[in-house]
């Protein structure tokens, strides 16, 4: 059994099939399903948990080389959680590209994990190292 750190055996499982330079998506409760991409569904309840929260859980765990935000978050999310993503990837470098350029990266991802994040543009792309 396991007692601690990441205790979902879904997201231990999709973690599990990421190779080095696969990608991850962290999504809000917002972000469109894509037909046949994996998806792992933790929302509970309108902004619970957040990315910020479930991207502390996986990089606890998981190792991280890059990740990407939509670059519209600057200007239409606040900047304390922008704070807080970017404290917590650490030395992880954070790319910032359109929502669009962002959305057509998904695809490409192993698969994605769905939040109850209520703010709009949290969505993140994680690449393995």
Known sequence: ???????N????????????TNTV???DSMFPSWT????????LVQGVPTVPQ??????????????????????????????????TLGFVPL???????LKERVPRAVGLIRTGEARIYTNMILESA
């Open 54 to 87: 479930v991207l502390d859980a996986l990089l606890s765990q998981w190792k991280c080389g890059a990740a990407w935000m939509a670059s519209e978050f600057v200007d239409r999310g606040d900047a304390a959680t922008l704070r807080e993503i970017r404290e």
């Open 95 to 101: 790319g910032l590209i359109p929502h669009a350029a």
């Open 9 to 20: 055996p879904h997201v231990l499982a999709l973690l599990a099939r990421v190779r080095h």
């Open 25 to 27: 998506v962290i999504a």
């Open 36 to 43: 046949g991409l994996p998806e792992v569904d933790l929302s």
């Open 1 to 7: 059994m396991i007692r601690s750190g990441l205790l």
